[in-house]
């Protein structure tokens, strides 16, 4: 029926009165869900997650009534993507934290404007399809050319939990690594301050109190011609702090290019293979270990 002359027609969407106030959708979505950026929102709508009224919503701005009733659906549950193709291996997820095995040659993160690919764009591309609210957070680091478990958080409370563990020491981080020659000690801690110098490198400083407190143990598991598996566990997170005091006790990592043998046919050979926190959602005590093949072939007895 076409709207009599006199009487312009209106979209119902449009109609106001007294008993029923009109709002904008993004409002009544920031209300549901007040950590989650208008972006994520956005995406939400774009991938048909919201309805109004059991209707999918059309628009972030679209108007609603004060008494419509906004759900969000579940996320779709995509088919699983090889890790290859997401370029690291997912070893656990879930609402709060994303652990992963990092692999050897892939930056971890660096400053805007880097062209090269880092796992933390590889993580942020993976959880912006998968879980749009997912806010992620870089915890710690691992050296391009090592690999081995790192945790991302999801959101900001397990952010802030994550940091603190890392700042207090309670996070555990033990790490293998295959060595040239065999420590004269089958084990051992290693203390020094380290500084690092212009060209970035990193040395024990010499006097010492003018560096950063560096705290590793190290452990030989097994031998064999000329070389060592070690387990070594930081008590401390300094820059390249495993390569430089192995290096500096006469035993370097393999595959060192820089504290070690200059030229070297093998990848470095240090890998974090185990991991352990206190689960920012369920304060629970979780550990995550990974193993590496490369690094106990390297190693005949």
Do not use: W
Not at 257 to 267: H, P, T
């Amino acid at each position: 029926m076409k709207p009599s002359k006199g009487r312009p027609h209106r979209p119902a969407t449009k109609m106001t009165d007294q008993s029923a106030p009109e709002l904008l959708l993004v409002h009544r979505l920031q209300s549901l869900l007040p950590l989650a950026s208008v972006s994520t929102l956005k995406k939400m709508v774009d991938v048909r997650r919201v309805r109004i009224n059991g209707r999918v919503a059309s628009k972030l701005k679209q108007v609603i009534r004060v008494e419509d009733v906004v759900e969000i659906g579940a996320k779709a549950t995509p088919a699983k993507t090889p890790a290859h193709a997401l370029g690291f291996a997912i070893v656990h997820e879930d609402a709060d934290v994303l652990v992963v095995n990092k692999p050897p040659h892939l930056l971890t993160s660096t400053v805007a404007g880097e062209r090269r690919p880092t796992l933390l764009a590889k993580v942020e591309a993976y959880l912006a399809e998968q879980d749009a609210t997912a806010r992620v957070g870089l915890i710690h680091r691992l050296d391009r050319d090592a690999s081995g478990l790192l945790v991302f958080s999801k959101n900001e409370a397990a952010f802030a939990s994550l940091k603190q563990q890392l700042f207090d020491r309670t996070m555990g981080r033990v790490y293998t690594a295959v060595v040239e020659g065999i420590p004269r000690q089958p084990q051992g801690r290693v203390q020094s301050e380290l500084v690092e110098l212009p060209d970035g490198t990193v040395r024990t400083a010499t006097p010492p109190r003018r560096g950063e407190k560096a705290d590793t143990h190290y452990e030989v598991v097994t031998k064999g011609k000329g070389r060592a598996l070690l387990k070594v566990t930081l008590h401390t997170g300094r820059k390249h702090q495993i390569r430089v005091h192995l290096s500096e006790l006469g035993t370097p990592i393999i595959g060192d290019r820089l504290y070690g043998k200059r030229v070297s046919e093998e990848r470095l050979m240090l890998c974090a293979t185990e991991l352990s926190f206190d689960h920012p959602g369920s304060k629970q005590r979780v550990t995550f270990t990974v193993k590496e093949p490369a690094l106990l072939r390297a190693v005949k007895p």
